[in-house]
Structure formats: C-alpha cells, structure tokens
T-cell receptor, first 118, second 113 residues
C-alpha cells in the first residue's frame, strides 16, 4: 500500500460513454500526476497538478479532462474515447514540486486503473 | 532535456544468477535518478534513488545501483536473482522542467528456476 488509491481498478467502457477515474492520496503531498501506460511503450505523462493548479498538459486530447478539487484528490474525466486509449492509467503524487525539492522524495504511484475501450 | 534509455526490453536470468539491468541517461543538469519496479497488474514501486549523495545506492529487496557520471549510466544490479524478482523495471530521471519523472521504456525481467 503506497498511500495512493485509485478507483476503479478495472473499467470497460464504450466509445460513447462518459466515465471518471479517481485518485486519492493521504500522504500530504502537494503534487499529483496522471500517467498513461500502454503496452510496449514508455510511461507517458499526461497531466501534472501542483497545489491544485495544472502546470503541465502534454498535448493530451481533449477527450481526457483532469480535475483536481483539492490536494488529496485527482480525477480524470473520460468521454468519447477511442480503442487506442485502452491502457493502464496511473496516478502518482509527490511532495516538494517546486524549487528542486522533488529530490528529497519520490513519486508514489497508485495501482492503476486498467481501462478497456470497446 | 532529460531522457533515459534502457538497454534490452527483456532480460532473462536463472535463479541465483546476477541481475544486471542497464540504464543510460541524458541530462543537462546534475540528475536525480530512480529505479521503479512494477509487478503484474500493479502500480510502480520505488526501488532506489540517486540524489547526488553516495554514488552506490542501495535499495529494497537486495537491489543496488551505481551512478557513473563518466558513463552517464545508472545500472541496476542484484547479486542473486529470486523468482519473486520477476517484474518490469523502469529507470527514470527527474526533469526540473515541469517537475516530472521521465521514464525509460522498461525492462521485463524473467527468472528461470
């Protein structure tokens, strides 16, 4: 148990559905991340939030919409996805985002949500 | 810009044999480097990290890694493989631009009895 909890663990959705992934951390961290892990590809950073503000969006399609209502919760809203969006979506958190303080800690990952788009 | 390259997408060793997983990095600033392990259907778990202290870093489960600036490498080793070490291993470098981890493509480790 890393202190980062993702729900659901598995999700199957149609291309016209709307669903949300949830991530919760109880570590007191001030930065949260969404990563996408596809088969045979490196982990792809999708979004970074620091102090509840989005600081990076790596050209992710608009069918993925993140939300960070507070420092403990992060959501990824999904709508009109494509089959190629099927992947493992990982949430992570860390403390000390700014000023190189990241070096004093590491990112803690949740167990991921296995998403299948049919 | 920071990047990492893991040599070999798949490594197979016998139980009890030496494990060596290779990672080379590119960084315009002194790097912070990490090794993560991912067991099937799980998230990533930190094995060890290098943050400019000792060049030989010891991690969990008997793993260690040595930072070699001259070779821009941060290879992961374990003297004796165990069946439970079978997993995917990721090398990562911290990028101060955006405060994010840049991951390598991963190396799948298989351990044969």
């Amino acid at each position: 148990e890393t202190g980062v909890t993702q729900t659901p663990r598995h999700l199957v959705m149609g291309m016209t559905n709307k669903k949300s992934l949830k991530c919760e951390q109880h570590l007191g961290h001030n930065a949260m991340y969404w990563y996408k892990q596809s088969a045979k590809k490196p982990l792809e950073l999708m979004f970074v939030y620091s102090l509840e503000e989005r600081v990076e969006n790596n050209s992710v399609p608009s069918r993925f919409s993140p939300e960070c209502p507070n420092s403990s919760h992060l959501f990824l809203h999904l709508h009109t996805l494509q089959p190629e969006d099927s992947a493992l979506y990982l949430c992570a958190s860390s403390q000390g985002f700014a000023g190189g303080a990241f070096s004093r800690t590491e990112a803690f990952f949740g167990q991921g949500t296995r998403l299948t788009v049919v | 810009a920071q990047s990492v390259t893991q040599l070999g997408s798949h490594v197979s060793v016998s139980e009890g044999a030496l494990v060596l997983l290779r990672c080379n990095y590119s960084s315009s600033v002194p790097p912070y480097l990490f090794w993560y392990v991912q067991y099937p259907n799980q998230g990533l778990q930190l094995l060890l990290k290098y943050t400019s202290a000792a060049t030989l870093v010891k991690g969990i489960n008997g793993f260690e890694a040595e930072f070699k600036k001259s070779e821009t490498s941060f290879h992961l080793t374990k003297p004796s493989a165990h069946m439970s070490d079978a997993a995917e291993y990721f090398c990562a470098v911290y990028s101060p631009q955006g405060g994010k981890l840049i991951f390598g493509q991963g190396t799948e480790l298989s351990v044969k009895p």
